[in-house]
């Protein structure tokens, strides 16, 4: 396993989640406030400082709402923010001859998700701006030698923020801590590449049904699509292990 990881994002969702399951061992969280990703001397200095061979980048705009309303702000932190994680990679490989593998947090918006089921080589499409910022995320994060780009999808059981939920949207999200123990064993297992982890085709009502008693449903006939990485968790699905 790795020695010393680093995760960014700690506070977020996701982060806080990687935190609480005490998968990850020898595993530093700084704030944004310590280590912000738009600074990319004190992401190198943090790096070799820490002796850091793993990065969780878990750091980003997530809400979709939020990436259309200041697109620019979206593309500094997605976008901007990666290309520094990666350039500080690059340049501690050259400089030092140390190979830090980036985990990097995309998303099943990167498809244009009318048909579902996607695969990891199917044509990338983006049906919003926070998906245009995941795809050109993961053009940066390829450049690195070792890193593991993540297609997913997920959710918080005790922070389901509505009352209502549609039975005709489908997706293929995951609970939390069920992604994160599928997070840790890509890791453990060495794999590299690109993956989509997501459950069964579900609907919304569906899924959070189980965990929010008093849900109301709905049926909309005016959005009727399906967004979906993968029908089913594929893990390792070839031999990019290493
Ligand atoms: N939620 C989903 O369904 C989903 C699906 C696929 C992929 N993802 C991706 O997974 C990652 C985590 O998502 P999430 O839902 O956990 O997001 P989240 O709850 O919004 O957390 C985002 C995290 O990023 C940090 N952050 C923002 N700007 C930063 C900066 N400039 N420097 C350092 N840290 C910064 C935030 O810190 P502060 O709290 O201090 O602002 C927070 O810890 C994101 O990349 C997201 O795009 C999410």
């Avoid at 200095?45 to 697109?71: M, Q, S, T």
């Avoid at 489908?170 to 997070?183: A, D």
């Avoid at 590299?192 to 109301?216: A, Q, V």
């Amino acid at each position: 396993m790795h020695n010393n990881i680093l995760l960014l994002g700690g506070s977020g969702r996701l982060g806080s989640n990687i935190i609480k399951s005490k998968l990850f061992i020898n595993i530093k969280y700084p704030s944004k406030k310590t280590l912000n990703i738009l600074n990319k001397k004190k992401i190198k200095e943090f790096l070799i400082k820490n002796n850091i061979d793993l990065i969780l980048h878990c750091a980003g705009i997530a809400r979709v709402k939020e990436c259309e309303k200041n697109k620019k702000n979206a593309f500094r932190i997605n976008v901007d923010g990666t290309k520094n994680i990666v350039n500080s990679i690059i340049e501690i490989q050259k400089k030092n001859n140390k190979t830090i593998k980036l985990v990097f947090i995309s998303s099943d918006a990167v498809y244009p998700s009318v048909k579902g089921n996607y695969k990891e080589n199917d044509k990338l499409k983006s049906y919003n701006y926070y998906g245009l910022t995941k795809i050109k995320g993961e053009k940066l994060v390829k450049k690195v030698k070792k890193y593991i780009i993540i297609r997913t999808r997920f959710f918080d059981k005790k922070k389901i923020p509505f009352n209502y939920s549609a039975t005709n949207i489908y997706n293929s999200g995951l609970e939390l801590s069920v992604f994160v123990k599928y997070m840790h064993k890509l890791i453990r297992r060495k794999f590299c590449g690109i993956i989509n982890i997501g459950g069964p085709k579900i609907s919304d009502y569906k899924k959070y049904k189980k965990y929010k008693k008093n849900l109301f449903l709905f049926f909309t006939t005016r959005f009727r699509f399906f967004r979906s990485s993968s029908s089913f968790l594929r893990l390792f699905p070839s031999s990019r292990f290493s």
